[in-house]
């Protein structure tokens, strides 16, 4: 595809179950980012690969959260046992260069979590 | 450590006037600063960006804005809105490395017609 995919874009999930959002990058992107949105806020680094390595994890605001990217390409976040807190928007953004800190991020629509 | 600060929550102003978005910044080295706008339910887009050299920087959809290191800002102008810049409005630093990029809390701009 032309952009960013990600999906699904709404999730429900009831609190204590495991859920996990993927996202799919432009093809050829070597960075790929991770970001929460909480509602009136702006969005917060959660973690960064760079092809298959996590090189970042320092905004994962706990050991439920839990990220890969097995193969350099796709990504999947996933969050156990969720409680409400949890309930954001999950953002992902890929970007062609990997080390440096001039180049555009281009963002996915981002899913939309809702623990209940 | 690196911080934005966008003082405007919510901007409105009506069609074809001026708008100024707000916008400072904290790092203690170099940075590069960015807009981004977020439409209704869509990711994200890159407006504009400061990296180095003129610190006027125009972007897409007749923005631009300018970068002042002394006052540590970096506020988004544009001269005459129109209803479709009603969207939300990032601000954000990135002081290098991976880009790990730091957004403020947002803008929404609302365009009266």
């Known amino acids: 595809g032309a952009g960013v995919s990600q999906s699904p874009r709404y999730k429900v999930a009831k609190r204590g179950q495991d859920v996990a959002l993927r996202c799919d990058p432009i093809?050829?992107?070597?960075?790929l980012f991770w970001y929460q949105q909480a509602l009136g806020q702006g969005p917060e680094f959660l973690t960064y690969?760079?092809?298959?390595?996590?090189?970042?994890k320092s905004g994962l605001p706990s050991d439920r959260f839990f990220a890969e990217r097995p193969e350099g390409s796709v990504s999947t976040l996933k969050i156990q046992r969720t409680q409400q807190e949890d309930s954001a928007v999950y953002l992902c953004?890929?970007?062609?260069?990997?080390?440096?800190?001039?180049?555009?991020?281009?963002f996915g629509q981002g899913t939309r979590l809702t623990v209940v | 450590a690196q911080s934005v600060t966008q003082l405007d929550s919510q901007v409105p102003v009506f069609e074809e006037a001026p708008v100024e978005l707000r916008c400072n910044y904290s790092?203690?080295?170099?940075?590069?600063l960015f807009w981004y706008v977020q439409y209704p339910n869509q990711g994200l887009q890159l407006l504009l960006k400061?990296?180095?050299?003129?610190?006027l920087v125009k972007g897409i959809n007749g923005f631009e804005a300018e970068f002042n290191k002394s006052q540590t800002s970096f506020h988004l102008r544009k001269p005459s809105v129109h209803i479709s810049d009603t969207a939300e409005y990032f601000c954000?630093?990135?002081?290098?490395?991976?880009?790990?990029?730091?957004f403020g809390t947002g803008t929404k701009l609302q365009v009266i017609p």
């Open positions: 400061y990296l180095s050299g003129s610190t």
């Open positions: 690969f760079q092809n298959e390595a996590q090189l970042d």
């Open positions: 093809s050829g992107h070597v960075s």
């Open positions: 953004a890929s970007s062609p260069r990997a080390g440096t800190g001039d180049t555009e991020a281009f």
């Open positions: 790092s203690s080295v170099s940075v590069y």
């Open positions: 954000a630093v990135s002081s290098g490395g991976y880009q790990k990029v730091t």
